[in-house]
């Protein structure tokens, strides 16, 4: 099921929005994981047509929760955030009131999902987002090189941009839909870590209200990680050219 079978009324105001690539070890697991909380969310899975399989065990789990898990099956793997910006002019279209980025790997533990939506829904965010440094360090299975280059690169984030947000490359975020509304999808310009840095950049600079919710993130058991110097690159580098252009004058 696609796009095209989507009904018209929706099961809940909040989608999840997961992007996978060669996902199979991991993506019914979270499927059932986040479909067994007490709060209602509807799951898109954003898939790059991964050649392990992913999409056909999604398309499968379609019949146990109709109208509840949907799917968008692209033609070729371009990039976290193109993956993201595609699944967030869906959720628009759709009619959802709160979206949550999540990964598939369980790095980002669901049961975390209802507080990320009550930061927003109840506590008035427009944006919150799972940070793994709010309460100093919370990271499970990294080695420490990862850890401080993961830390002193929100550090540095924090400093050029002036961002009041600890958790710079998190990719743990809720969004209320009406920053999704007023931010130009098609002019965010990073596809790897640094679209997380932009998003969160671009809702900040339009005065959107950013809160943190402390989270524990946990490195994947199974399946190959996404992380490469290239994404690594772009995220020091491209927030130098973010900070220095600011919001486009159109916007």
Not at 202 to 217: L, Q, Y
Not at 219 to 234: A, F, H, P
Request: aromatic share 10%; charged share 25%; hydrophobic share 40%.
């Amino acid at each position: 099921m696609t796009s095209n079978n989507l009904n018209s009324k929706i099961n809940s105001d909040t989608l999840v929005i997961i992007p996978t690539y060669n996902e199979k070890e991991n993506i019914e697991a979270i499927i059932k994981v986040v479909y067994a909380l007490d709060t209602a969310f509807d799951i898109l899975i954003v898939d790059d047509n991964s050649p392990d399989g992913t999409a056909a065990i999604v398309n499968k789990l379609q019949s146990e929760f109709p109208n509840r898990l949907f799917i968008e099956n692209r033609k070729e793997k371009q990039g976290l955030g193109v993956a993201y910006i595609h699944g967030f002019k869906w959720a628009l279209k759709a009619g959802y009131e709160f979206i949550i980025e999540m990964d598939a790997d369980f790095s980002h533990d669901p049961n975390d999902l209802p507080r990320l939506l009550k930061a927003c829904k109840e506590k008035g965010a427009d944006v919150s987002v799972g940070s793994r440094y709010v309460e100093g360090i919370s990271v499970v299975n990294w080695d420490i090189k990862r850890i401080l280059l993961s830390y002193f690169a929100s550090k540095y984030v924090k400093l050029i941009t002036r961002i009041p947000v600890n958790d710079t490359t998190a990719g743990f975020v809720c969004y209320n839909r009406k920053v999704l509304e007023t931010i130009d999808l098609d002019r965010i310009r990073f596809v790897g870590y640094a679209f997380q840095i932009e998003m969160k950049f671009k809702a900040w600079k339009h005065g959107f209200d950013i809160k943190e919710v402390s989270v524990i993130f946990t490195d994947r058991v199974r399946g190959k990680s996404k992380m490469s110097g290239s994404i690594i690159t772009e995220a020091v580098f491209g927030v130098i050219q973010m900070t220095l252009k600011g919001l486009p004058k159109k916007n």
